[in-house]
Structures are given as C-alpha cells and as structure tokens.
C-alpha cells in the first residue's frame, strides 16, 4: 500500500465485508508503528498502534498484523461500513541522528460500496 | 481538552505574501511537529520541537519557510516571500513523547495563486 506519487492504491470494498490494507515498512530497525485513518477535508487521526516485540494487537474492529521478517505491516478492518471510507497511512518509528521519528507511508484509499 | 487546534483552516493569497500559519498543541505535549501535505509527496515532516527547541528542521524547503515556538501553547510556520508551489496542507501535530503517536490538527489548506 505505497503512494507512488498523484496515484493512491485504492481497496474496494462491500460494505459488510471485511478489509484488509497492507504496508511495506522500510527500517528493519523500526520498533513502534501506528496506522492513522484520514478522512476528507480532517488530518489523520489515531487508529491502533503495535510494538515490535509483538505480531498482532486487536481493538474495536481492527487489528494490526506485524510481519518482521518481511518488514510488512496489515491492518483488518472487520465488517466494513461506510464511515470507514477513508485514507489510510501506516507509521513507523525510529531512531536515527535527529532522535525517534516517525515515517509516513504513501497512504491507501478505502471505498466502502454500501 | 480540545487536541491540537490550529488556524487559520483556510488561507488563499497571492504569490509573494507572507502567510503564517498557527498552531497550538495538546496541553502537557513536549513535541511539536509541523508537516506538509501535497498529492504528490505525501505526508512531509518540516520541522519539529521538543520543549520548545527546534531539534530537527531538515524538512524545510527553503529559506522562504521558518518556524517558531515562543511557549510551549503556541508555535507558528511563516512562508515569506510565498509561491505557488507552496500550496497543499498544512499540520501541525504534538506529542507525549519522543517517538510516540502524534495528534493531528485539523490542517490548514493553503492557496498560493
């Protein structure tokens, strides 16, 4: 799920259904990511975050999947409804000369068909 | 509290103006962050303080983009002299802490024509 430029990858879906929007990491390093949902015309906000010493963290709806071996990054968004129609970022943290810091991905489009 | 609120939400103005946007973080963040948005870049971090010090400003464009934190309420990003490639949207964002999950405001769109 990486922006590569004007086009953003955009994930279909039926609403009910569940979603599954993926992210390739690029630090081996990184320890800390967060997934952020952005919402037209809103800045990004929170979703769910996961550490490194872990492979998969549930909230309400959602679930983070950490895959290091691969670097790679998933976030399941279970019986998808119309509100989850979004721009969705995956994060990830670390530490380099200027301290800890936070890394973008390009962002992933979620349409929800009611 | 309110999160992170910043003004003005909209901002149009001719090429070669001074625009400054403003920016007041979550209260008891010691980490403020300012991004730019565009199609075509993504998300870029700008500059970022901690306790009121700039720590990283690599992201800075240019000369024509300066930021400030006078107080640990209140930061501002200045673009002067400012262009039209200028134009995308502005966050500012605080944090706990180093590394930690950033709070976002609600952007400001900026127009440069």
């Known amino acids: 799920g990486e922006s590569v430029g004007l086009h953003l990858p955009t994930l279909s879906v039926q609403e009910g259904d569940n979603s599954i929007i993926n992210c390739a990491y690029s630090n081996s390093a990184s320890d800390y990511f967060i997934w952020y949902k952005q919402e037209s015309g809103k800045g990004p906000q929170f979703i769910i975050d996961i550490r490194s010493n872990m492979d998969k963290r549930q909230g309400q709806r959602v679930t983070v999947l950490l895959n290091k071996t691969v670097k790679h990054l998933s976030l399941q968004i279970a019986a998808t409804q119309p509100g989850d129609s979004a721009v969705y970022f995956c994060a990830e943290n670390f530490y380099n000369n200027a301290g800890n810091m936070l890394t973008f991905g390009g962002g992933t489009r979620l349409m929800v068909k009611p | 509290d309110a999160g992170v609120i910043q003004s003005p939400r909209h901002e149009v103005t001719e090429m070669g103006q001074e625009v400054t946007l403003r920016c007041k973080p979550i209260?008891?963040?010691?980490?403020l962050f300012w991004y730019r948005q565009t199609m075509m870049r993504g998300l870029e971090l700008l500059i970022y303080?901690?306790?009121?010090?700039?720590?990283?400003d690599s992201g800075m464009p240019e000369d024509r983009f300066s930021a400030k934190m006078p107080n640990a309420s209140f930061s501002t990003l200045k673009i002067q002299p400012s262009e039209p490639r200028d134009s995308a949207v502005y966050f500012c964002?605080?944090?706990?802490?180093?590394?930690?999950?950033?709070?976002f405001g609600s952007g400001t769109q900026l127009s440069v024509l």
């Open positions: 209260s008891g963040h010691d980490y």
């Open positions: 303080f901690n306790n009121n010090v700039p720590i990283d």
């Open positions: 964002a605080s944090s706990s802490g180093s590394g930690e999950k950033l709070f």
